[in-house]
C-alpha cells in the first residue's frame, strides 16, 4: 500500500492538488444575456451564483421543466427531449496537476478542441473554452436505435447553436 | 531559540499520547479469499492494452460502490457469455470468482485519452456476489450531489469535485433524485441490466472522472478506477468502508 502511495512521488507524476482553473472571460454579447424573452426563473435563478461562463444551446435556454443544478464552480443542466435527455455541464474545478510528466502533455496536445462521439451508447460532446471544461451528453431512451445516440447530427448541431446566458467572475 | 528548543519536547509527548494502533483483527474468510491482479493487466491479452505499472489512486479513500461484498471486477465483453468470451451462460460461476481483473482500457470503438491508442473502456465492470438483477445496492462513493439520472445513467458530483459515473442501474429502483445531496454509503439504486431499451449483462459499470491541470491548461478525462476500488473493497472487507 506505501508503495502505491509513494511511486507517483518518486516518479513526479501526479499530484491531487485541487484547486480552481483560471478563466479568460469572453466578452459577453447582450442578447443572449438580456434576452427580449427573458429566460425562465429555472435558469435564471440555478445559475445566478455560477462563476463561469454558462452555456447552453439557443432555443433549449427556453424550456421551463429544465433542471438545473449549480454551485459557483460548477454547473450541470439537463432537460427532456422526447425519449431523450439532454445534459450540458460545465465545471472550472481540478482535482490533480502535473507539472513534469511527458505523458499528461502529450495527451493533452493530442485532444481536439471539441470532440463529438457515442460512448456507453451516450452521445457525447467535450471541449474546453475560456480555461473551463465543458461536455454536453445526448443519453437515449433507445440507445442502438435512434439516431439522436448512433449519429453526431444532433449533438454537433446543439455544440454549435451554444450561447452564453450567463456566469459572472 | 526557545521555540527550537521547545520542538523536541512536543515532539516527544506527542510519541507517548499518540494511540497505539489497535491489534489487527484476524481476516475474514472473504478477505482470505480475495485476490486482484495488477492494474493494468487485462484478462485475456487480447482484450486490450491496460495501463500496465499505473498504481496512482486517484480517487483515494471512496467507499466501494457496491454497499456489500463479495463482488467480482472483471470483463463483461471478454468473459464467459460475453460477446467476444467463451460460450457459456454470462452467470457461469468463473466469471463470479477472484482474482479480480482490470478492465479500463479495454478494447473500444471510443476516445480515451489515458488508454494506449487513445482508445478503450473509461471505467470498470463490476458484478455483484450472484447473478441476480435487483438484489444489490450501488451506494454513494463520497458525499456530494446527484447531477444527472438519465434512462440507465445516475451520475454523483462528488466534494472532491470528481464525477462518478453508475450505469446499468435498475431506473424504477433509483432511490435519488436529481440536485438530491447524497453521504458517502447513501443507497442509489440496485444494480440491474439496464441499458434503456436494449438489456447488458447484470452488472455496474463505474468510472471515474476528473480535471487534469498540466501546467496551466486542463483536460477532463475518465482516469483509471482499479486501483482505487482495490483500497475501498479491502476496506469493505475489513468492515471498515
Known amino acids: ?19 480552481i482553473l483560471d ?14 424573452t427573458p429566460y425562465p ?53 481540478y482535482q490533480e496537476s502535473v507539472s513534469n510528466k511527458q505523458e499528461f502533455k502529450a495527451i493533452l496536445k493530442a485532444i481536439p478542441p471539441v470532440t463529438f462521439e457515442q460512448e ?6 467535450e471541449f474546453n473554452r475560456h480555461g473551463v471544461n465543458y461536455s454536453m451528453e445526448i443519453e ?10 448512433t449519429d453526431t447530427k444532433l449533438i454537433k448541431e446543439l455544440y454549435s447553436r451554444l450561447i452564453m446566458v450567463g456566469g459572472h467572475p | ?31 482470505k479469499k480475495f485476490t486482484f491482479s495488477p492494474a493494468g493487466q487485462l484478462v485475456p491479452a487480447k482484450s486490450g492494452q491496460g495501463r500496465n505499472g499505473d498504481n496512482y489512486i486517484y480517487a483515494p479513500g471512496i467507499r466501494f460502490p457496491i454497499e456489500s461484498a463479495p463482488a467480482y471486477l472483471n470483463s463483461q465483453v471478454y468473459g464467459i457469455g460475453g460477446l467476444y468470451g467463451a460460450r457459456g451462460s454470462l452467470c457461469n460461476e468463473k466469471n463470479y470468482q477472484y482474482p479480480w481483473h482490470d478492465n479500463y482500457c479495454e478494447k473500444r470503438r471510443w476516445g480515451m485519452p489515458l488508454c494506449s491508442g487513445g482508445k478503450g473502456h473509461q471505467g470498470v465492470d463490476i458484478r455483484t456476489a450472484t447473478c441476480e438483477k435487483n438484489k444489490y445496492y450501488a ?43 447524497v453521504n458517502r454509503g447513501d443507497r442509489l439504486g440496485l444494480v440491474s441490466n439496464n441499458m434503456g431499451s436494449t ?12 480535471t487534469i491541470k498540466i501546467n496551466g491548461k486542463s483536460t477532463k478525462v475518465y482516469v483509471p478506477p482499479y486501483t482505487s476500488l482495490v483500497d475501498a473493497y479491502k476496506r469493505l472487507l475489513r468492515g471498515n468502508p
Open chain 1, 1 to 19: 500500500m506505501r508503495r502505491l502511495l509513494i511511486l507517483p512521488l518518486l516518479f513526479g507524476i501526479l499530484s491531487a492538488d485541487s484547486g
Open chain 1, 23 to 36: 478563466i479568460k472571460w469572453p466578452k459577453p454579447n447582450a442578447k443572449h444575456l438580456k434576452p427580449s
Open chain 1, 41 to 93: 426563473k429555472v435558469l435564471t435563478e440555478g445559475i445566478k451564483d455560477v462563476r463561469l461562463p454558462v452555456y447552453i444551446p439557443n432555443s433549449y435556454a427556453y424550456i421551463k421543466n429544465m433542471v438545473v443544478i449549480a454551485d459557483k464552480n460548477f454547473y450541470t443542466i439537463s432537460f427532456p427531449f422526447k425519449g431523450a435527455t439532454v445534459t450540458i455541464s460545465g465545471d472550472r474545478t
Open chain 1, 120 to 125: 456507453e451508447g451516450i452521445m457525447t460532446s
Open chain 1, 140 to 149: 437515449c431512451d433507445k440507445p442502438q436505435r435512434d439516431k439522436r445516440c
Open chain 2, 1 to 31: 531559540m526557545r521555540t527550537l528548543l521547545i520542538i523536541p519536547f512536543i515532539l516527544f509527548f506527542s510519541a507517548c499520547t499518540q494511540e497505539q494502533p489497535k491489534p489487527n483483527k484476524p481476516l475474514t474468510e472473504e478477505e
Open chain 2, 139 to 181: 451506494v454513494a462513493v463520497e458525499d456530494g450531489i446527484i447531477t444527472y439520472i438519465g434512462k440507465y445513467t445516475v451520475k454523483l458530483r462528488g466534494k472532491s469535485g470528481r464525477t462518478y459515473r453508475y450505469l446499468h442501474l435498475d431506473s424504477p429502483s433509483v432511490l435519488v433524485k436529481k440536485g438530491e445531496k
Open chain 2, 199 to 210: 438489456k447488458t449483462s447484470i452488472h455496474l459499470h463505474f468510472d471515474i472522472k476528473e
